[in-house]
């Protein structure tokens, strides 16, 4: 649960009532449904005991977690380590952990959960904290000098290809897989996410994508309503409404320009044209994705036997040439605005009535002091497109099926995973992975979902929202907001992030051409293809034949 | 303690031997363990880590020779040895290392490692439109040191003046100097000139101009950022000109007085000259501030729009930092580490020929 959507409800003043009065419904719910919650309460288990147990403590809307809660849930949810591992069985073991120490989050949680397991294991850790923005350098070093110094670490699935790639990562034993039920685990963080070459390296713990959050008031204006039926081109959007496709975005973005919503200038769709250490990168693939991830091709940035950059295809072309369409209808200082600025300053703040992002806009709108939009916003996965282009016949197609839709699961979410360093020794191997296993385990991960952790849900049990309902949710509120993560990360033709080395490398360069592109140095097509020749010096650089190999591995092919 | 020629001969020797011995024994072991990490040989350290203490050991051993050999004055030069030491482990190795990592292709991602690749990166730089286009930015930010100085005298003029609460305006002009470029970046950059809620955006609307969107073109952006770092350094170019003006003679200036020039051509004719060696070291000290420009143009624009605020070592963050890229990052900052020592050993000439030939 991001801290944002938990203080809401905190701010909400959720009661013991209100608490009560979700149980209540949960169980009426439960008792109706003999296929769905049936099954789920219909053995009075002993695991659904537990969980609501465990949310319980402290309780949503109970004010914010300690060390102490942290350390009862790691208690509470001992019982899988206890199946597999013997009381004082670690004793004499000693393991680093590295990972971030973010907002207080992250191993400051880690910590508080692995205090009972450390009590019952006998086993020592020893903690390396990163804040975000030394993470990368640290990681990177780490690898390039040879200097490993952790055993286990809590990475992003993006620098799997840094890590995983060079075999520097112990591979997850069967039992690992069983303890913490990876098949509950949503569609796309199921392999190939977390593996390389067949072999299982990652304990998902967060999951990630990039979601499409629209003013519910903007697109329901009568004013606007009555001037869209004599608007030219509608983009197939015939009644106003929500954009479901880039076309209609880019027509409801301009068609915004210089119009007004209760006596505030309107603004459409928000684009991020400033670098943002190549995180950037990841907005224009939003707006890519529905144009270039064809449901026939799991490639989308490279093509996969080559590595030939697709960043300068048509439509890569088409998304980079929809921004410099778009930026004129955008607020005068856009070009200098990062994603950063899109969603705190712009979005919440009343301004622009699309942006996409990951999860934090929705866990935000109600929260955040300078947010104007808490009753106004709606969530639903990325926009799709009319068509989409075909990278194998170098076609555009319009698909039978209607518009495609591609949500891009940037980022992949937060992942722990055990070193190679600790295979030599099999009682440091099965102590590191159980404590990455206690940390990823499914009841311990409904509590980091919905309390603040730094993590989204990334498991299927995550989205039973009764679930959530009981322990103090608001209903419609984590529906909207549930379904649009939901809806991206189970979605047939999502864009999975490429997991190669350097993945930042080729993003970052690529804002430092977009930049010049949106600033009209050069054309789209011009910069694209810079960027084009930009990258292929990058994977020269590292090395094509193992990039080709490890891309291939990432898309599961 | 002994004079050199009272040491017996036997002494010397002894102290030589140990010198030669302890640069044998490091010699040895820094090519054993190169030898080792170029897997030419089965035994070595797991890291250069080692050297150090060997470094170390070479150094008191060559501290107890010069004391064996040269008596007193090896006294003396202990005095000196660890700071001379010190200054070549952590100064002068560091630099040439950097010099050889300059030429290598070393990408933190990359599967072969580091590989030596001679100069290619300094060809590759000569083509690199980034830096270029960096650097004729790096020019007009320091052209624009000129103004900065016309403001910074014109303060200093102001507050040597006989005016009201002159210490409390000592103080407030100086806070800028105080702050740090990142929350400058912040409070200014990214809040006060902010488009939407910012103040001075809010004044500007006032003042006529409808989209005062400070980083949002080129032109407005360079300017932008070229006036926030002038407000951070102005006080310090005004403090040493006030120091100046403080220190001038006041014969001179009660004799200009006497011989009726008027307060512009007391200015002109007797302050300025006088003030010239400080000057040139103000305006100096400040370009060799102004080549390290990097952290407002990191916070407020990311180099932006298209590169127009980018600074040498703002692209060169980018390249090292974000994209790994460490032997062609590290030729970048050589090479600029070579411009800046000819330009300001060039300016520093310059500068004492003009001064000399002026006053």
């Known amino acids: ?557 | 303690m002994l004079p050199t020629d009272l040491i017996p001969e036997s002494r010397k020797r002894l102290g030589r031997g140990l010198v030669w011995l302890a640069s044998l024994v490091l010699l040895a072991v820094f090519v054993g363990q190169g030898l080792y990490k170029a897997e030419l040989t089965s035994f070595g350290f797991d890291t250069w880590q080692p050297l150090i203490y060997f470094y170390v050991l070479w150094g008191i051993a060559l501290g107890a020779g010069q004391v064996m050999t040269r008596g007193e004055d090896g006294y003396k030069a202990l005095f000196l040895l660890p700071a001379v030491l010190f200054t070549i482990a952590m100064v002068v190795f560091p630099t040439l290392f950097g010099f050889y990592i300059a030429m290598t292709d070393w990408n933190l991602s990359s599967f072969s490692g580091r590989t030596f690749n001679g100069l290619d990166n300094f060809w590759q730089m000569l083509g690199d439109a980034y830096y270029r286009n960096a650097l004729i930015n790096m020019l007009i930010y320091v052209a624009a040191i000129s103004v900065e100085y016309v403001i910074a005298f014109g303060l200093a003029l102001l507050l040597n003046a006989q005016i009201r609460a002159r210490k409390f305006f000592r103080v407030v002009f100086l806070l800028p100097l105080m702050l740090s470029p990142v929350a400058v970046s912040w409070m200014i950059g990214k809040s006060l000139m902010e488009y939407r809620f910012g103040p001075l955006a809010r004044l500007f609307r006032w003042l006529g101009w409808d989209t005062p969107a400070f980083f949002a073109s080129p032109v407005s952006a360079k300017i932008s950022i070229m006036v926030l770092d002038a407000w951070t350094f102005i006080p310090f170019m005004m403090i040493m000109l006030l120091a100046g003006l403080q220190a001038m003679p006041r014969d001179v200036l009660e004799a200009a007085k006497v011989d009726g020039a008027n307060a512009w051509q007391t200015f002109w004719g007797v302050i300025f000259p006088l003030m010239l060696p400080v000057s040139l070291t103000a305006v100096i000290l400040r370009i060799i501030f102004k080549l390290k420009l990097a952290d407002i143009v990191i916070t407020v624009t990311s180099g932006g729009p298209g590169g127009a605020t980018d600074s040498i070592t703002s692209f060169i963050y980018r390249e090292y930092r974000d994209r790994s890229n460490v032997g062609y990052g590290t030729m970048l900052a050589m090479v600029y580490l070579i411009l800046i020592i000819i330009f300001v050993t060039l300016l520093l000439k310059l500068a004492n020929r003009f001064v000399r030939n002026v006053t």
């Open chain 1, 1 to 557: 649960m991001k801290v944002g959507l938990y203080n809401q409800l905190v701010r909400a003043g959720a009661t013991r009532r209100d608490v009560l009065r979700g149980a209540a419904s949960l169980a009426a719910l439960s008792a109706a449904s003999g296929a769905g919650l049936g099954a789920l309460t219909g053995a009075a288990s002993a695991q659904d005991d537990l969980r609501m147990q465990i949310l319980k403590i402290p309780g949503v809307g109970m004010g914010q977690p300690t060390d102490a809660d942290f350390q009862k849930v790691g208690e509470l949810c001992l019982g899988a380590t206890k199946a597999n591992v013997a009381e004082g069985e670690f004793a004499g073991v000693e393991l680093t952990f590295m990972g971030l120490n973010n907002q207080n989050l992250h191993n400051v949680l880690f910590r508080g959960f692995l205090k009972p397991w450390e009590a019952y294991t006998g086993a020592k850790i020893n903690w390396i904290d990163l804040a975000q923005a030394d993470y990368n350098a640290r990681l990177q070093q780490s690898i390039a000098t040879g200097t490993v110094d952790f055993d286990l670490i809590e990475m992003g699935a993006p620098f799997e290809g840094d890590v995983c790639g060079k075999g520097l990562t112990s591979e997850m034993p069967d039992w690992v897989k069983t303890q913490i039920d990876m098949d509950d685990v949503v569609g796309y963080l199921q392999p190939p996410v977390g593996t390389w070459d067949g072999k299982t390296y990652r304990v998902t713990v967060d999951g990630d994508a990039h979601n499409f959050n629209y003013r519910t008031d903007v697109f329901s204006d009568a004013d606007l309503a009555e001037a869209w039926k004599s608007h030219d081109d509608k983009a197939g959007l015939e009644t106003w409404g929500v954009p479901t496709t880039w076309q209609q975005v880019q027509a409801t973005t301009k068609f915004l320009k210089g119009k007004q919503v209760a006596g505030q200038d309107a603004f459409g769709y928000l684009d991020a044209p400033k670098a943002w250490g190549g995180f950037g990168f990841y907005f224009l693939g939003s707006r890519a994705s529905a144009y270039a991830k064809h449901p026939d091709d799991k490639a989308w940035l490279f093509d996969a036997d080559t590595m030939k950059p697709r960043i300068n295809n048509p439509a890569w072309v088409r998304a980079i040439q929809d921004v410099i369409d778009a930026l004129p209808s955008e607020p005068a200082d856009q070009l200098n605005a990062d994603p950063n600025t899109t969603a705190f300053q712009q979005f919440l703040a009343g301004t622009g009535s699309m942006v996409v992002w990951w999860g934090d806009v929705g866990s935000n709108v109600k929260t955040n002091d300078s947010s104007v939009v808490g009753d106004v916003t709606g969530f639903s996965i990325l926009p799709g497109s009319d068509d989409v282009y075909n990278s194998k016949t170098g076609a555009w197609e319009t698909l039978a099926s209607g518009p495609n839709y591609a949500p891009n699961c940037a980022y992949l979410g937060w992942g722990v995973y055990v070193m190679a360093r600790v295979d030599s020794d099999e009682k440091k191997k099965k102590a590191a992975w159980s404590a990455a296993a206690h940390l990823g385990g499914k009841d311990l991960s409904i509590w980091t979902a919905m309390y603040p952790s730094g993590f989204q849900p990334y498991r299927n049990s995550h989205f039973n929202i009764p679930e959530w309902v009981a322990a103090g949710y608001d209903e419609a509120f984590i529906t909207s907001y549930l379904n649009s993560e939901k809806d991206s990360y189970n979605h047939p033709n999502a864009a999975v992030e490429p997991r190669i080395p350097g993945i930042f490398q080729y993003y970052s360069v690529a804002e430092d051409e977009l930049a010049k592109i949106f600033a009209g140095q050069m054309s789209a097509q011009e910069g694209a293809d810079n960027i084009a020749a930009a990258w292929e010096k990058i994977t020269d650089q590292i090395g094509r034949e193992n990039q080709i190999k490890l891309y291939k591995a990432s898309l599961g092919m």
